[in-house]
Each structure stands twice: as C-alpha cells, then as structure tokens.
Nanobody
C-alpha cells in the first residue's frame, strides 16, 4: 500500500497560483495512477485531476480544466498539482490518492476507485 503526504497548501489571493506536492512511499508508486480530490466545508469530496501511472494520460474536472495541471516524477515518488488563476470556489482541503489497481489508464475518477489517501492540505483563496 502506498502512503501519501501532501504539502504546498496555503492562503492565496484570487488570481494567484499554488503548487501542491504529494510525496509517496513504497517501491510501487510508479505503477499506480494518482489523483487529486478536494473537499470544501459541507460538500462532498470531488474529483480534481488524475494522471496515469506513466504520466502520459491526464483527466481533469471541467471546473479546473485550463487552470490546473497534474504531473508526476516517478524517480522522486512525487505527484504535483499546479494551480493557476485560482478562484474563491477553489477553497478546499486537497487530497492526493492512489488508484486501487496498478497499471490502469481508464478514466477512474470516483473516490472509491482510490485506495490510499493522504491527510490533505488546506487551500484558501481570498477574493
């Protein structure tokens, strides 16, 4: 099982940028697709972005397409979320997660598709 630790959250003004990182432990990190989710107070956890195990295939929620970019560095066991043009509605706790299955390229974006989760990092966008 992969263990995950997020970092990089914080307070930023609307229109600004943040880069989240998720460090993974375990030798099999490079065989798992990774995802980012977020959860705002009183709302359900929602999908943000997903990247395949090789990094060659990405998926995004409509609300972040064109503003957020997911990437990974398998040599460093790390996945990133670059967030630009931030809006107040992006305020949430952001979680990274590893797919339950290895070597999957399908568009699996439900929280139950992911088996390992980090503790989350708070992102607050002030308007």
């Amino acid at each position: 099982q992969v263990q995950l630790v997020e970092s990089g959250g914080g307070l930023v003004q609307a229109g600004g940028s943040l880069r989240l990182s998720c460090a993974a432990s375990g030798r099999t990190f490079s065989s798992y697709a990774m995802g980012w989710f977020r959860q705002a107070p009183g709302k359900a956890r929602e999908f943000v972005a997903r990247i395949s195990w090789s990094g060659g295939i990405t998926y995004y929620a409509d609300s972040v397409t064109g503003r957020f970019t997911i990437s990974r560095d398998n040599a460093k066991n790390t996945v990133f979320l670059q967030m630009n043009s931030l809006k107040s509605e992006d305020t949430a706790v952001y979680y990274c997660a590893a797919d339950r299955l290895r070597f999957v390229v399908a568009r699996r974006i439900r929280p139950e598709d992911f088996g390992s989760w980090g503790q989350g990092t708070q992102v607050t966008v002030s308007s």
